[in-house]
């Protein structure tokens, strides 16, 4: 099946730390991957939805300049949470999607992100 | 977009059946989507229904009624490790790729 790895699974960093995260898939070509974050109890919340060669497209309220997306290749998308802050301690969650929308998205493991 | 409704949490007893139900608005439909969600974890996909009926994975079967906007995820032989949170996820708009999800249903599994 669909394979999505995520790097790093667990980060622990001082404030003023900019954080990248990876997010690949394994045996399948993904045009299109998505960011998500998620607060202890809530639901998951979209961040942006970063298609390869092109900017991403952030959701309201999701700060592009902190959050700095790049998919540069098929299987390759990454997010750098710059000057992190303890409010942006979270666990955040990207996903693939094949290209056809009868697919699945395929989430990788999350990473779980504390600033301290 | 979509507007799913799901139920916040249930609880079932180990060995039995649970059917968690999924209400969804119509416009814009192509298909619904059910991960399941352990604590602490990224969801996994269990299964995707874009035709009415009953589709069947083992323990797990989902259900769908386009005409009536409705779903549900149907869990058999309730085991402890089935405890976690069922997320229904539809797309959010014709032509989309992004998912709207639910909140979650958080499903404890009693002994």
């Known amino acids: 099946g669909a394979v999505v790895s995520q790097h790093p699974s667990w980060v622990i960093c001082k404030s003023g730390t900019s954080v990248k995260i990876e997010c690949r898939s394994l045996d399948f070509q993904a045009t299109t991957m998505f960011w998500y974050r998620q607060f202890p109890k809530q639901s998951l919340m979209l961040m942006a939805t970063?298609?390869?060669?092109?900017?991403?497209?952030?959701e309201q309220g999701v700060e592009k300049d902190k959050f700095l997306i790049n998919h540069a290749s098929l299987t390759l998308s990454t997010l750098t949470v710059t000057s992190a802050h303890p409010e942006d301690s979270s666990f955040y969650i990207c996903?693939?999607?094949?290209?056809?929308?009868?697919?699945?998205?395929?989430f990788g493991d999350g990473t779980r992100l504390s600033i301290l | 977009g979509q507007n799913i409704d799901q139920p916040t949490e249930m609880t079932a007893t180990e060995g039995a059946i649970v059917q968690i139900n999924c209400t969804y608005q119509?416009?814009?439909?192509?298909?619904l989507f059910w991960y399941q969600q352990h604590a602490g974890e990224a969801p996994t996909f269990l299964s995707y229904?874009?035709?009415?009926g009953l589709e069947e994975k083992g323990r797990f079967s989902s259900f769908l009624s386009r005409s009536k906007g409705y779903s549900y995820l149907l869990l058999k032989e309730l085991q402890m490790k089935d405890s976690a949170s069922y997320l229904c996820a539809g797309y959010s708009g014709a032509g989309s790729y992004q998912l709207t999800f639910g909140k979650g249903t958080k499903l404890s599994v009693i002994p």
């Open positions: 229904n874009v035709l009415d």
């Open positions: 119509t416009s814009g439909f192509n298909g």
């Open positions: 996903s693939a999607q094949q290209t056809s929308r009868n697919q699945p998205q395929h």
């Open positions: 970063s298609n390869e060669g092109s900017k991403a497209t952030y």
